[in-house]
C-alpha cells in the first residue's frame, strides 16, 4: 500500500483528499503547513507527496525544494489556483513530478496520483534493473575496472561461497594471490586461517614436509613434530601457488587430500583429517605438462573445478590508471616522499608499454619512480621501464616483446633515448640514428612538448 503525504492548510479540502485516498486503497499522512510536513517525512515511508503552493510560513515552491535536497527522487505532486499557472510550471522546473489546477475533481487528483506512482514504480525498476546488468564487483585491494577483471570477480563471487576447488591461471604478477585471498575472504571460511605456500620457494626435498608436516625423527634434525600448512589451514584455505611444478610424489598425496580430506605426516602412520579448501594457481599450461607426462590427470581434473584465468595487465589497460594512483599513494608514503600524483604523459607512458612483469613489474616502477623522485609530481623522467627485448621461446630475442606493436616498440625507444640523453634532443636523434627534424615529428605523434626542452 503506497503512502502518499498531503501538505494543505484548508482543513475541509485536506480531509476530503484523505478520505478519497483512502477509498481508493492508499494510506494517507497529513499536514497543514510545510514545516509540519517535513517532520513527517523524517519520521515516515511516504511514496508521494500532494502538496499546496500557497502555504502558511514556508510556501509551497521553498517545501518542494526542501523535499528535493532531502529525497531527489521522491514525486511531489502539486496543487495551484487556476490564474497561478507560472508558479506550477516554476515548480516542475524545481523539481515536480506534476500540477493540478484549483478546482479540480477528485477523479482528476486520483488518476494524477495513480498515474505518478506508477511512474515512479517503473523508474525504480529500471533503476534495479541496470544495477543488475551493469553490476560493478569490487573488492578491497583489487582494481577491476577493466571488463576482463569484472569477469574474474564475478566469478569470485559465486564461487567463494562454495567449497570447490579453484585453480587460478595466469602470467606470474598478474595478482592470483589477490584473487585467491578476496575468494576466502567472501566465502563461509572467512574466520578461518588464509594459508599460503609457494612450491617453487621451497626445496623438493622439504615441500613434503611443509605441506603435510613431520613426526620426531622423522629425517635428521627433526627432534620435535611439527605440522604442516594443511594442518594450519584446518577450517579455512591453503592457497598452493605454482601447482605445476610440484613433483610427481607429492602430487599422489595433494590427490589423496582433495579425494579423502586427509594425509599422513612424513615419518608418522596416524591419519590426520583436515577441512581445508584448497585454492592453486600456475603460471604454466598445465593441459602441456599432461601431453609432458610431468603433471597427473586425475589431480589435474581433481584441482580444475572451477578455473579462472586471469588477463596480463597488457590486456586490460583500463586498470592501469588506478593501479598507478593505488601504488603512488603506498610508496609516497612508504618512502617518506610528498609524492602526490602523476602527469597525463607518465600516465601515457605506462599505459602504452606492454608489461611482461604485469601488475608486479608496475608496482616496483612506481616504488622506484616514488623512491628517486625530483617532486611531488611524477613525470616522463622519474618512469624507468625495462625496454629490453623479451626472450622468445627458441632462445632468439631480436623481435618484438610479446604483445607489443611495432609503433609501440619504436616510441618506447624514442623515450628511452630521451632518457639516456638526460633530455637533449639532438644527443637522442644521435643515439636513434635521426635527424633532429624526424626526432620532433616523432616527439609530437607520441605527445612529448618539444619547446622548452634541452637542446645539444
Not at 486520483?110 to 505518478?116: N, Q, S, T
Not at 594471490?177 to 617453487?200: Q, V
Not at 617518506?336 to 616496483?364: C, D, F
Request: aromatic share 4%; proline share 4%; with cysteine.
Amino acid at each position: 500500500m503506497a503512502t502518499i503525504l498531503i501538505v494543505e492548510d484548508e482543513a475541509k479540502m485536506r480531509r476530503l483528499l484523505e478520505l478519497n485516498l483512502g477509498e481508493d486503497g492508499l494510506s494517507t499522512l497529513s499536514a497543514g503547513d510545510a514545516e509540519s510536513g517535513l517532520k513527517l517525512l523524517r519520521e515516515n515511508t511516504v511514496d508521494l507527496v500532494v502538496t499546496d503552493l500557497k502555504l502558511p510560513g514556508m510556501n509551497g515552491l521553498e517545501f518542494l525544494q526542501a523535499i528535493k535536497r532531502q529525497s531527489a527522487a521522491l514525486p511531489v505532486v502539486v496543487m495551484t489556483a487556476f490564474g497561478s499557472v507560472e508558479t506550477a510550471v516554476e515548480a516542475m522546473k524545481a523539481g515536480a513530478s506534476d500540477y493540478v489546477l484549483k478546482p479540480f475533481s477528485l477523479g482528476e487528483m486520483r488518476m494524477v496520483i495513480r498515474k505518478e506512482l506508477d511512474v515512479h514504480k517503473l523508474r525504480e525498476e529500471n533503476r534495479s534493473l541496470r544495477e543488475a546488468l551493469g553490476k560493478r564487483y569490487a573488492h578491497p585491494n583489487v582494481v577491476a575496472r577493466s571488463p576482463k577483471m569484472q569477469e574474474v570477480l564475478a566469478t569470485v563471487d559465486r564461487v567463494a561461497p562454495t567449497n570447490s576447488t579453484v585453480l587460478l591461471g595466469g602470467e606470474s604478477g598478474v595478482g592470483k594471490d589477490l584473487i585467491a585471498r578476496a575468494i576466502h575472504e567472501k566465502s563461509r571460511r572467512a574466520g578461518g586461517p588464509f594459508i599460503k605456500i609457494n612450491s617453487t620457494a621451497i626445496p623438493e626435498n622439504l615441500l613434503e614436509s611443509e605441506l603435510f608436516g613431520y613426526e620426531k625423527g622423522a629425517f635428521t634434525g627433526a627432534s620435535t613434530s611439527k605440522p604442516g600448512k594443511f594442518e594450519l589451514a584446518d577450517k579455512g584455505t591453503l592457497f598452493l601457488d605454482e601447482i605445476g611444478d610440484v613433483p610427481p610424489a607429492i602430487q599422489v598425496k595433494l590427490l589423496r587430500v582433495l579425494q579423502e580430506r586427509e594425509f599422513e605426516r612424513l615419518g608418522g602412520t596416524r591419519t590426520v583429517k583436515v577441512d581445508v579448501r584448497l585454492i592453486a594457481a600456475t603460471n604454466r599450461d598445465l593441459r602441456e605438462a599432461l601431453e609432458q607426462g610431468t603433471f597427473r590427470e586425475d589431480l589435474y581434473y581433481r584441482l580444475n573445478v572451477v578455473p579462472i584465468d586471469i588477463a596480463p595487465l597488457r590486456q586490460r589497460k583500463e586498470d592501469i590508471p588506478e593501479l598507478v594512483k593505488l601504488f603512488v599513494s603506498q610508496f609516497a608514503g612508504d618512502s617518506g616522499k610528498p609524492v602526490e600524483s602523476i602527469t597525463p604523459e607518465a600516465m601515457q607512458i605506462l599505459v602504452n608499454y606492454h608489461w611482461p612483469g604485469n601488475v608486479r613489474e608496475l608496482q616496483n616502477i612506481i616504488e622506484r619512480a616514488c623512491a628517486l623522485a625530483k617532486g611531488v609530481v611524477l613525470k616522463v623522467d622519474d618512469i624507468h621501464l625495462d625496454v629490453r627485448p623479451a626472450r622468445m621461446a627458441n632462445g632468439t630475442n631480436n623481435f618484438l616483446p610479446e604483445g607489443m606493436t611495432l609503433e609501440q616498440w619504436e616510441d618506447e625507444m624514442i623515450r628511452e633515448s630521451l632518457r639516456r640523453a638526460n633530455g637533449n634532443k639532438s644527443q637522442a636523434a644521435r643515439l636513434l640514428g635521426l635527424s633532429r627534424n624526424a626526432l620532433r615529428y616523432r616527439l609530437s605523434k607520441i605527445g612529448i612538448a618539444d619547446e622548452g626542452e634541452k637542446d645539444g
